[in-house]
Structures are given as structure tokens and as C-alpha cells.
């Protein structure tokens, strides 16, 4: 690792961390980073992943206030984040680098779309207020569709938050903060278990993770 290298890590690592206080998305900036200094797709990906999650982390310890009274929803909706991230990351493990490297420049400008689109997408697809209280609903069309964006969010971090804040939307979820601290915790369950299946496989550079975090 050169001067050069380490210095475009800090500086990226500073303004994605200035873009996830602001708005999220900060992945977007790190990855292609890790891409340009010469990572694997599927190394960079999931170094990402690992430098994501311990921003999640730290967050999701600071959001349980936030869920008094539908502790119950949040396990079940915990419970399928981590379902997905894993088969996400699974499949992620699975693709050759020789596909995912043709792969990922698509994802990554997926990615941006779905970011600047997001406004329109939280409006688009807001449904009725959901009471969160009532757990039984996880297990219905909610529970498909968190299991779905766990999947891609396991697959491609970058995705995720955006994803995560359209779908909670579309759960009737109006309150900002409580789906923004969903946001993050289940962020942190899926990626986390991305995460730990790419430190199983040997996937993550982990001297990168430092200068990322």
C-alpha cells in the first residue's frame, strides 16, 4: 500500500463518512475506492461490507429507545434481516470475480439511481400508518419484502439503505426516526451477516478495514 493509495482511502473514508451523517450512501464512495487500488470485486465488496458495519454498530446501540412498545415487530423484522443478509452474502461469495467484475460497475451505478431517487421512491410507494405494535403483520407481504431488499443488501451494501427506507415506507412506517433507527438496525443484521460469512471465507482485506473505519 502506497502514499497515494493510503491517502485516497482517507480522504474517501472522510467524505463517506461526512455523506452517511448528511444522508446515507457513503458506500458508494468506498467501494469504487477499493476497486481503483487494485481490490478483487468480491474482496472490495465485502471489505466494504465490514467497513459499513461498524458505523452500523455503533448506531443500532443508540436506537432502542426508539423501539418501546414493538419490540416484538423489530425482533421478527431482525430475524428476517439476518435470514436475508446471509443468503445475500452467500450468493455474493458465490458469483466468480470474472462475472462479479462486470457485475459491480452496473451495481454501483444502480446504486447511485436508486440513492438520487430515493425521495421519489419513499413518496411513491408510502402506504396507510402501520402500527408497529402489531407484530403479526412481519410475517405477511412486509416480511417478503424486507426478506427481498435483506437479500440484496447481503449481495451489495450500497443498495441497502435506500432500499431499506422505501420499503419501510411502503409498511406504513411515518416516523422519521423510527425508520431511520429500523434503518440502521436492521442494516446492521443484514450486513452483519454478510459480513460474517465473508471473514469465514477469507474474503475481507482486512488492513483495508482500518484505514476505512
Known sequence: MDATHTALLLTGSVAAGALNALAG??????LPILLAIGLPPTVANATNAVAAWSGLLGGSLRCRSLFAGSRAAVTR????SLLGGAVGGGLMLATPDRALAHLMPWLILLGTLCYLAAPRLVAQFGGADWDLARARDVFGWRGVVLFLASVATGYFNPCGGVLMVTAFAAFGISD????NALKITMGMMMTGASVALFG???AVDWPEIGRDV
Do not use: E, N
Open 77 to 80: 423484522m431482525a430475524m428476517v
Open 176 to 179: 422519521i426516526r423510527v425508520a
Open 200 to 202: 469465514f471465507a477469507g
Open 25 to 30: 450512501g457513503g458506500s458508494l464512495v468506498t
